[in-house]
């Protein structure tokens, strides 16, 4: 049996609405500065530019973005945003999934932890375990801004991982 080829792309509605609004708070924090003479009003106008600035550059790279954020299919499970490439399905033993204000991961629970672990850079490894004391697995797919909805996706790497399961024929 195999796995169905399936490609989760950015929420690309999601990203325009959120550009939008970075853009009205860069405008807003420009009106500031421009209307208001004094070093508070500058402090405040610059840091909403700043800060929604970023936002909307982030944002930006996100709408036009069209490389797929989740593959799910014969290979494995690959997720653009881990870093650690396509993780085999006989690797997955088991997911489940967790909301934290609205925004979904699943949690995988992996046979060798440590292999998948091992590719990480340093910043993400030391985060691990602050995602672990918070309940989360050492790797979770992170669901925020993207075109899929959390159970199906937790569906599909349940039904196959336990294709793929070891010892399975």
Not at 23 to 38: Q, Y
Not at 103 to 125: D, I, M, Y
Request: charged content about 20%.
């Amino acid at each position: 049996m195999q796995a169905d080829r399936w490609v989760v792309a950015n929420a690309r509605g999601r990203y325009a609405w959120l550009l939008l609004l970075s853009s009205a708070f860069v405008a807003l924090g420009a009106a500031i500065v421009l209307r208001k003479p004094g070093l508070e009003a500058y402090l405040i106008g610059g840091a909403s530019i700043v800060f929604f600035g970023a936002g909307v550059v982030l944002f930006a790279f996100q709408l036009i973005d069209r490389r797929p954020r989740l593959i799910l299919d014969d290979e494995g499970l690959y997720d653009r945003t881990l870093g650690v490439g396509t993780i085999p399905w006989r690797d997955i033993a088991g997911a489940q999934l967790l909301s934290v204000r609205g925004h979904a991961f699943v949690c995988l629970q992996l046979r060798n932890p440590e292999h998948w672990l091992g590719k990480l850079r340093p910043r993400q490894q030391r985060l691990v375990a602050l995602n672990q004391r918070l309940g989360f697995a050492a790797l979770n797919v992170n669901l925020s801004g993207v075109a899929a909805d959390p159970l199906a996706v937790l569906e599909r790497i349940l039904k196959y991982s336990a294709m793929y399961e070891p010892g399975r024929g």
